[in-house]
């Protein structure tokens, strides 16, 4: 049992990247500690000698934490977040729902009061390009492209994971979509299946809301075929 906490507490400090061999570990410690505790319960004489070398074996335990601790390690401990940060981070995820509802429901002018009046929407339309394919500025070059959508039978826009970075009334963030279109070729119902990533900036405005003001539209990749209902 010496042997085994010894082994755990040098190798703690190497615990994030080899996950399976440091619970290998564990689990031997844990089976070996209830065989004792049931042998102490057995025998009572031994019982307190048996939780003076428990409490022991937790020095080396201590000076493993403390060592990480020390380096900066990671504990894997949770981030404490703020109610007014939480507030933001869930108001910027809804700002992101908000865009794909708009878009499937043909409601261009709605999708439009994301954005701030001097909004930006940069479309890639391939992310591998250096030079985006439209790069549109205020409420008047950006109408058209979500008119555009009246173009499609129906669209199905399925948001992914994201990350939102705040900084005061200002944030930035990346989420992934799939945007599903169907339409019409020569009479054949067609499917075009569009891995996007958008790239975002956003401003907080003066009644708490946050707002669209660039985003950046990354075509990762495309998939057309026909679509048999």
Not at 87 to 106: G, N, Q, S
Not at 165 to 194: F, I, K, N, W
Request: proline share 4%.
């Amino acid at each position: 049992m010496l042997c085994t906490t010894m082994v755990i507490a040098a190798s703690e400090h190497v615990a994030h990247r080899e996950h399976t061999f440091h619970r290998r570990v564990t689990r031997t410690w844990a089976v070996l500690t209830i065989a004792c505790a049931a042998l102490g319960v057995a025998r009572p004489a031994p019982l307190v000698l048996g939780l003076i070398l428990v409490a022991i074996l937790g020095v080396p335990w201590g000076l493993a934490v403390a060592h990480r601790i020390q380096e900066g390690m990671p504990m894997r401990m949770h981030k404490v977040v703020s109610p007014a940060e939480a507030a933001d981070r869930l108001a910027i995820r809804e700002l992101f729902d908000a865009y794909a509802h708009c878009a499937d429901h043909r409601d261009a002018t709605g999708q439009l009061s994301l954005f701030t009046t001097d909004a930006r929407l940069i479309v890639y339309m391939d992310a591998r390009s250096d030079q985006p394919t439209q790069d549109l500025r205020g409420h008047e070059q950006i109408m058209p492209v979500f008119e555009n959508l009246r173009s499609y039978r129906t669209t199905t826009h399925f948001n992914g994971q994201s990350t939102i970075h705040l900084d005061g009334d200002r944030a930035t963030g990346e989420s992934y979509c799939l945007a599903h279109h169907l339409y019409d070729v020569d009479g054949q119902r067609t499917l075009m299946v569009a891995s996007l990533r958008y790239l975002d900036q956003f401003a907080k405005q003066a009644n708490g809301s946050w707002m669209f003001a660039e985003r950046r539209l990354m075509v990762d990749w495309t998939e057309t075929r026909p679509s048999n209902p």
